[in-house]
């Protein structure tokens, strides 16, 4: 039966993370987004929640929630900062879902346990300077040599990328591939950063999610034992896909709190700002972009849980979470744009949070597939043209899991 109600659980988890978030992060945000500041304490008061876990088994070291949950976590967490929710996207969504649903046991055993208990922190390396929608065009290559492999090549615009242990990461495997541009070369690997030949820095001009993490790192020569390649070898691109059905889903819910931190920041704001003598919620084209925020939250919110609920099913979603993603992404920049109007010249000063939202939405109408790159999967879905294109919307992570 179809329930537009929230379980008891999932009420109490949302509260508990509002309440921690609120608490324990809010009152600080201005002042670590202004430094560029990455406090690393977060993490193990995240993991003390269960967040870092939280839709990992329990017998994996997860809290054993569900998907609706994961995104009812991601929704209230980028509602303070979006900082807060890349970590559930990279940690949970992009790599340990991953290592769930495409690990050996021995794997699960030695990454995912760990990292569902929030003793490592993951992220997930796809991108690289010449590398992203377009993902046939990776450089990093891995060579095998008898039960090892050597990686060598760089990756950029990861998150987290200075700060976690370890990373999916995806690799050519397969040199006569590499030159034609074949997806089924690519490889998954686990790549610790203790391993010798790796190394790893911060983007510092980033001017956005100034309170995360972004970075890029470098690998020469880095020697991959044989345990560690996930799936088998030519099935890295639908892992890479499989992964992005997991993040894009945080993505959607991280938006989803942005629109509402927007809204809330702009009602508190247009009934204490007078003009004309009356408030500026009086004025109806004032009045009008709440309105759109509020038809935007509500939207972007059932497209969400509709993935959700999909996905708790183990039902196909790469579709559904795509428009999740696409449309609340893009809807959390005009959201904030308006946000940032409704405060005037105030918006435009970091006095306000509006200003940080505005800077913060942008990066994830570019991550875990362009704005355009959903609009192509979209379409061709109608169209019935190829949905397998080797981008990142494609399809194939569909041939093998749920
Ligand atoms: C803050 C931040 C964090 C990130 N974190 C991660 C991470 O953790 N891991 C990771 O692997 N990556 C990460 N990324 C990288 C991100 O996924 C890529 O930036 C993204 O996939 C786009 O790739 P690109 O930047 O190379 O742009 P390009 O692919 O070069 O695209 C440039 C422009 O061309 C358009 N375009 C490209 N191809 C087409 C087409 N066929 N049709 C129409 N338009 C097209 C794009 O939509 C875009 O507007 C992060 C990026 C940012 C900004």
């Known amino acids: 039966m179809l329930s537009f109600d929230l379980t008891e659980d999932h009420r109490l988890l949302a509260q508990s993370v509002r309440e921690w978030a609120g608490r324990e992060v809010a009152p600080r945000i201005h002042d670590l987004d202004r430094a560029h500041r990455f406090d690393p304490a977060i993490l193990p008061q995240m993991a003390s929640l269960g967040l870092l876990g939280i839709s990992i088994p329990v017998e994996y070291g997860g809290a054993g929630m569900d998907y609706i949950a994961l995104g009812l976590a991601s929704e209230e967490l980028?509602?303070?900062?979006?900082?807060?929710?890349?970590?559930?996207?990279?940690?949970?969504?992009?790599?340990?879902?991953?290592?769930?649903?495409?690990?050996?046991?021995?794997?699960?055993?030695?990454?995912?346990?760990?990292?569902?208990?929030?003793?490592?922190?993951?992220?997930?390396?796809?991108?690289?300077?010449?590398?992203?929608?377009?993902?046939?065009?990776?450089q990093t290559v891995a060579i095998k040599k008898g039960d090892r492999y050597l990686?060598?090549?760089?990756?950029?615009?990861?998150?987290?990328?200075?700060?976690a242990d370890h990373f999916l990461v995806f690799a050519y495997s397969d040199l006569e591939k590499k030159k034609q541009r074949d997806t089924s070369g690519i490889s998954a690997f686990i790549v610790e950063r203790g391993f010798k030949g790796f190394s790893s820095g911060t983007l510092e001009e980033k001017w956005g999610i100034l309170a995360g993490n972004t970075g890029f790192f470098k690998m020469e020569d880095v020697e991959i034992p044989q345990e560690n390649l996930v799936g088998r070898e030519g099935e890295g691109f639908k892992?890479?896909?499989?992964?992005?059905?997991q993040g894009r889903y945080t993505v959607a819910a991280g938006a989803t709190g942005l629109i509402r931190a927007c809204r809330d920041a702009s009602v508190t704001y247009a009934k204490t700002r007078k003009t004309f003598g009356v408030e500026i919620g009086e004025h109806q084209l004032v009045k009008e972009m709440i309105a759109q925020m509020e038809s935007d939250y509500e939207a972007s919110r059932l497209l969400w849980l509709r993935s959700g609920w999909l996905k708790n099913q183990g039902r196909r979603n790469t579709k559904e979470t795509g428009l999740a993603k696409w449309f609340s992404t893009v809807a959390?920049?005009?959201?904030?744009?308006?946000?940032?109007?409704?405060?005037?010249?105030?918006?435009y000063s970091d006095e306000y949070p509006v200003g940080r939202f505005y800077r913060n939405c942008k990066a994830a109408v570019i991550y875990e597939g362009t704005r355009e790159i959903h609009k192509i999967m979209q379409a061709d879905y109608l169209l019935g043209y190829r949905t397998d294109r080797p981008t990142r919307c494609s399809l194939p992570a569909w041939e093998g899991k749920a």
Not at 151 to 163: P, Q
Request: glycine fraction near 10%; proline fraction near 2%.
């Open 151 to 163: 990686l060598t090549g760089e990756k950029m615009w990861i998150s987290l990328g200075d700060v």
């Open 78 to 138: 980028e509602y303070v900062d979006t900082s807060l929710r890349v970590i559930m996207s990279v940690h949970v969504g992009l790599n340990s879902l991953t290592l769930l649903a495409w690990g050996t046991e021995d794997q699960k055993q030695r990454y995912l346990v760990p990292q569902a208990q929030g003793r490592k922190i993951a992220s997930y390396a796809l991108t690289e300077p010449s590398a992203g929608s377009d993902v046939r065009g990776l």
């Open 239 to 245: 892992i890479a896909m499989f992964a992005l059905d």
């Open 332 to 347: 959390s920049e005009r959201a904030a744009s308006d946000a940032v109007q409704i405060h005037g010249a105030n918006g």
